[in-house]
C-alpha cells in the first residue's frame, strides 16, 4: 500500500509533497507530543493506535487534516489496485473504449 501511496505524492501539489512525509513523522512520532507516551505510533498495540487516531481527528485542526488527507490517499491507492478494481468488476478500459465507440456512432448519425 506504501508504494501505491508513494505512487501519487508526484501528483500532489507542491506543499503537500513535502508536508506529507512530514507530516507522517509526526504521526509516528507524535505520542511523545500528544499522548504523553514514551513510545512511537509503530510501536503502539492495536487499541492503543485506534484511541491515537481518534484522538487526532477529534482535535480537529492540522491534525484532522492530515489524517483525512492521508486516509484519502490509502484510499485512492487501495480502489485503483487492478486486483480490486477486479473484484468489484470495474474495467475502466472496457468502459472508455465503449464509450469511445458510443460517441463514434452519435457523431456518425449526426452527419449522416
Do not use: C, I, K, N
Amino acid at each position: 500500500m506504501l508504494r501505491e501511496v508513494e505512487g501519487f505524492l508526484p501528483y500532489l501539489p507542491v506543499l503537500l509533497r513535502r508536508g506529507l512525509p512530514l507530516g507522517l513523522e509526526l504521526v509516528e512520532f507524535g505520542p511523545l507530543l500528544y499522548a504523553r507516551r514514551w513510545q512511537r505510533f509503530s510501536t503502539m498495540t492495536p487499541e492503543d493506535g485506534v484511541r491515537y487516531l481518534a484522538g487526532w481527528q477529534e482535535a480537529g485542526g492540522l491534525r484532522a487534516a492530515l489524517l483525512l488527507g492521508l486516509r484519502t490517499l490509502v484510499f485512492l491507492a487501495f480502489y485503483q489496485h487492478p486486483d480490486v478494481l477486479a473484484a468489484l468488476g470495474v474495467d475502466w478500459e472496457g468502459r472508455a473504449r465503449a464509450l469511445t465507440r458510443r460517441r463514434a456512432e452519435l457523431l456518425d448519425a449526426r452527419t449522416a
